[in-house]
């Protein structure tokens, strides 16, 4: 089993660096990825930028979760990924914006208020399949060859 895609968004305001975090985002996601900038403004007014990449197949997906690091993933693993599935198969993470650009990865936990990027991945699973044992199973799987 793998991952059908992955999609890494944040939302950028005026005053930060557009391009360091879209270089961040890209190096997260894989440099084959696509990138989207849409430019807007937010619900109050001010310029915003929406900055999303995304990949799709099993192998580019796969790479782009486990840019996570072995402590990423095997932290998903602790915390459990039920809460983290919906019902479309997605999984969903959220990492530092902070710690991105500085090239570290690190999930935060919910109610954190710093600025995060929103991660979302497709899981590939069928009928008669446990979408939370598939996920466990593919976690695994990356930290034993992280």
Same mark, same amino acid.
């Given at each position: 089993? &793998?991952?059908?895609?992955?999609?890494? =968004?944040?939302?950028?305001?005026? +005053?930060?660096?557009?391009?360091?975090?879209?270089?961040? $985002? =890209?190096?997260?996601?894989?440099?084959?990825? *696509?990138?989207?900038?849409?430019?807007? /403004?937010?619900?109050?007014? #001010? *310029?915003?930028?929406?900055?999303?990449?995304?990949? #799709?197949? =099993? /192998?580019?997906?796969?790479?782009?979760?486990? @840019? $996570?690091?072995?402590?990423?993933?095997?932290?998903?693993?602790?915390? &459990?990924? #039920?809460?983290?599935?919906?019902?479309?198969?997605?999984?969903?993470?959220?990492?530092?914006?902070? *710690?991105?650009?500085?090239?570290?990865?690190?999930?935060? =936990?919910? &109610?954190?208020?710093?600025?995060? +990027?929103? &991660? @979302?991945? /497709?899981? *590939? #699973?069928?009928?008669?399949?446990?979408?939370?044992? +598939?996920?466990?199973?593919?976690?695994?799987?990356?930290?034993?060859?992280?």
């Amino acid at each position: 089993m &793998g991952l059908h895609s992955a999609r890494w =968004r944040v939302h950028c305001s005026a +005053v930060d660096d557009v391009s360091l975090i879209e270089q961040s $985002l =890209r190096w997260l996601t894989g440099q084959a990825c *696509e990138v989207n900038l849409e430019k807007g /403004k937010s619900w109050h007014g #001010s *310029e915003q930028t929406i900055i999303e990449t995304s990949v #799709s197949g =099993r /192998k580019a997906s796969s790479h782009a979760l486990s @840019r $996570l690091g072995k402590e990423g993933l095997q932290q998903l693993l602790d915390e &459990g990924v #039920s809460s983290r599935l919906d019902a479309d198969k997605v999984l969903h993470i959220r990492i530092s914006l902070a *710690e991105l650009v500085c090239g570290e990865v690190s999930l935060v =936990r919910e &109610g954190n208020v710093e600025p995060t +990027v929103k &991660g @979302r991945f /497709k899981v *590939e #699973s069928y009928p008669g399949q446990e979408i939370e044992t +598939v996920t466990i199973e593919l976690i695994h799987e990356l930290i034993v060859n992280a």
